[in-house]
T-cell receptor
Framework: EAAVTQSPRSKVAVTGGKVTLSCHQTNNHDYMYWYRQDTGHGLRLIHYSYVADSTEKGDIPDGYKASRPSQENFSLILELASLSQTAVYFC???????????FGPGTRLTVL | SQWGEENLQALSIQEGEDVTMNCSYKTYTTVVHWYRQDSGRGPALIILIRSNEREKRSGRLRATLDTSSQSSSLSITAAQCEDTAVYFCATEASSGSWQLIFGSGTQLTVMP
């Protein structure tokens, strides 16, 4: 079964600070995604990647950067964290032969 | 927006009852995913229905897809307390795309 892990699981950051959220998958999937989930809402795509060393903008990329240094790892970077970025962030992966996306457990980010 | 409803819907039922959750979408898709999200965890696929299937069953779950009305439904027969979760539908961002667009979801609470 697909295994996607995220770290940290929760984080409190200060406004204007830099935050890096990490995602690691062990299933040889080519495609990886970062979503944010706000209370009472669905998932919105921030950035995604189809191959190492390449990232693409999703629906809400402003204020976020992404990095895919290897097939297994995908990071989400908030250079200047803002209050509006308080949310739960999910990483997901998928690959050839799979229709579904496999999600990590999420990172709860609180920006104060 | 891909979806007709933007906010999380809420349904509360008694154990043993049947329940149906609905989704409508605005753009063409060849597949509808239904994901379940338990509290504090990432979403997980529970059933997937393709455009050449009008109905798909998996245990107590039944999904339907009506491409002419661009709508899908998920039914749970004889709901149990452990079915309490948020249920999301998701469609392809475009035909053959590896991106998904998620609806805002339904919070289902099954009471004993």
């Amino acid at each position: 079964e697909a295994a996607v892990t995220q770290s940290p699981r929760s984080k409190v950051a200060v406004t204007g600070g830099k935050v890096t959220l990490s995602c690691h998958q062990t299933n040889n999937h080519d495609y990886m995604y970062w979503y944010r989930q706000d209370t009472g809402h669905g998932l919105r795509l921030i950035h995604y990647s189809y191959v190492a060393d390449s990232t693409e903008k999703g629906d809400i990329p402003d204020g976020y950067k992404a990095s895919r240094p290897s097939q297994e790892n995908f990071s989400l970077i908030l250079e200047l964290a803002s209050l509006s970025q308080t949310a739960v962030y999910f990483c997901a992966s998928t690959g050839e032969g799979y229709a579904e996306q496999f999600f990590g457990p999420g990172t709860r980010l609180t920006v104060l | 927006s891909q979806w007709g409803e933007e906010n999380l819907q809420a349904l509360s039922i008694q154990e043993g009852e049947d329940v149906t959750m609905n989704c409508s979408y605005k753009t063409y898709t060849t597949v509808v995913h239904w994901y379940r999200q338990d509290s504090g965890r990432g979403p997980a696929l529970i059933i997937l229905i393709r455009s050449n299937e009008r109905e798909k069953r998996s245990g107590r779950l039944r999904a339907t897809l009506d491409t002419s009305s661009q709508s899908s439904s998920l039914s749970i027969t004889a709901a149990q307390c452990e079915d309490t979760a948020v249920y999301f539908c998701a469609t392809e961002a475009s035909s053959g795309s590896w991106q998904l667009i998620f609806g805002s979801g339904t919070q289902l609470t099954v009471m004993p």
